[in-house]
């Protein structure tokens, strides 16, 4: 199993003006200690879990290409990007540039996107939710394309494009990886068997069902279950705050049984890096030959 770090906030002790050095040393500590992946949410006020709206947020895609600078070896995403956000040509022009700025280090974080409350307090239009889901295919179908061979025009429920030119193209092949956030059994799972290399679910009561869900969608598109890696959502806490670190080590080898490749989660205080040093060192040993 494989761990990943999301980083969901930046309101951080030394404020704006240390922002930038407080991440890099985040980004570094975190890949120095063995984590996969580092990951960054896609919203433009924080959201609730976290505090309340006017804690510090940073854009994603800008953040993402910033902590590459300063990483060589892990893979960058967001967990996850609202389709409704960005225009999918926009949307895979950012990740394409990622993964060429990177040498090959981006994935697709997408899902349909949830959050009304940013949506409207910025202006932007909020589609109700059959909608976002067609959004949502459209974006997947929209950037397997600008990643293909083909310019040809592309013509989806809500998105029409005249000629998916995409230079230069992504060097993560045959494209960067798609991973698809959501447990919606009819659709968002289905997305995945259909669409995605990845998927991230909660760590609830019915993620073993969730993993049965996707094994049946991948059965009815043809597709080998085992070529999609399996991500989990779960905080990356011990101490006071949370678990003890036995019992987040067990916690992960439980998921690990139900065959999850990869636990993605925060961790608070990371800015003092201590609590990132620590998953390094007495967590993911304990996990690396799961």
Same mark, same amino acid.
């Given at each position: 199993?494989?761990?990943?770090?999301?980083?969901?906030?930046?309101?951080?002790?030394?404020?704006?003006?240390?922002?930038?050095?407080?991440?890099?040393?985040?980004?570094?500590?975190?890949?120095?200690?063995?984590?996969?992946?580092?990951?960054?949410?896609?919203?433009?006020?924080?959201?609730?879990?976290?505090?309340?709206?006017?804690?510090?947020?940073?854009?994603?895609?800008?953040?993402?290409? *910033?902590?590459?600078?300063?990483? +060589?070896?892990?893979? /960058? =995403?967001? @967990?996850?990007? #609202?389709?409704?956000?960005? &225009? %999918?040509?926009?949307?895979?022009?950012?990740?394409?540039?990622?993964?060429?700025?990177?040498?090959?280090?981006?994935?697709?974080?997408?899902?349909?996107?949830?959050?009304?409350?940013?949506?409207?307090?910025?202006?932007?239009?909020?589609?109700?939710?059959?909608?976002?889901?067609?959004?949502?295919?459209?974006?997947?179908?929209?950037?397997?394309?600008?990643?293909?061979?083909?310019?040809?025009? *592309?013509?989806?429920?809500?998105? +029409?494009?005249?000629? /998916? =030119?995409? @230079?230069?193209? #992504?060097?993560?092949?045959? &494209? %960067?990886?798609?991973?698809?956030?959501?447990?919606?059994?009819?659709?968002?799972?289905?997305?995945?068997?259909?669409?995605?290399?990845?998927?991230?679910?909660?760590?609830?009561?019915?993620?073993?069902?969730?993993?049965?869900?996707?094994?049946?969608?991948?059965?009815?598109?043809?597709?080998?279950?085992?070529?999609?890696?399996?991500?989990?959502?779960?905080?990356?806490?011990?101490?006071?705050?949370?678990?003890?670190?036995?019992?987040?080590?067990?916690? /992960?080898?439980?998921?690990?049984?139900?065959?999850?490749?990869?636990?993605?989660?925060?961790?608070?205080?990371?800015?003092?890096?201590?609590?990132?040093?620590?998953?390094?060192?007495?967590?993911?040993?304990?996990?690396?030959?799961?």
């Amino acid at each position: 199993m494989e761990l990943g770090l999301q980083i969901p906030d930046f309101t951080f002790e030394g404020g704006p003006a240390r922002l930038g050095a407080d991440l890099a040393e985040i980004a570094r500590t975190a890949e120095r200690g063995g984590f996969a992946y580092l990951a960054v949410m896609d919203h433009f006020f924080q959201i609730h879990l976290f505090g309340p709206p006017e804690k510090d947020m940073l854009e994603a895609y800008t953040t993402l290409g *910033f902590l590459a600078a300063h990483t +060589e070896r892990v893979k /960058l =995403l967001t @967990v996850v990007t #609202a389709a409704y956000f960005r &225009h %999918p040509g926009l949307l895979a022009k950012a990740v394409t540039t990622l993964d060429v700025l990177s040498g090959g280090r981006a994935m697709l974080g997408v899902g349909a996107g949830w959050n009304e409350e940013e949506a409207r307090g910025l202006g932007y239009r909020f589609p109700p939710l059959a909608e976002r889901f067609e959004l949502l295919e459209d974006a997947l179908r929209y950037c397997l394309a600008m990643w293909s061979d083909s310019e040809k025009p *592309f013509s989806g429920k809500r998105v +029409e494009a005249e000629r /998916l =030119l995409n @230079v230069p193209q #992504a060097l993560s092949g045959p &494209h %960067p990886p798609i991973m698809i956030g959501g447990g919606g059994e009819r659709k968002t799972l289905r997305f995945v068997a259909k669409y995605g290399q990845a998927c991230n679910l909660f760590n609830t009561p019915d993620l073993e069902h969730k993993l049965d869900v996707l094994r049946a969608h991948c059965d009815r598109e043809g597709r080998n279950y085992e070529e999609i890696t399996k991500t989990v959502y779960h905080p990356l806490v011990t101490g006071e705050h949370g678990e003890r670190t036995d019992e987040l080590v067990r916690e /992960l080898r439980r998921l690990a049984g139900l065959g999850v490749d990869a636990v993605i989660g925060g961790t608070p205080g990371a800015e003092r890096i201590e609590p990132v040093e620590h998953l390094a060192r007495e967590v993911i040993p304990a996990i690396s030959p799961l």
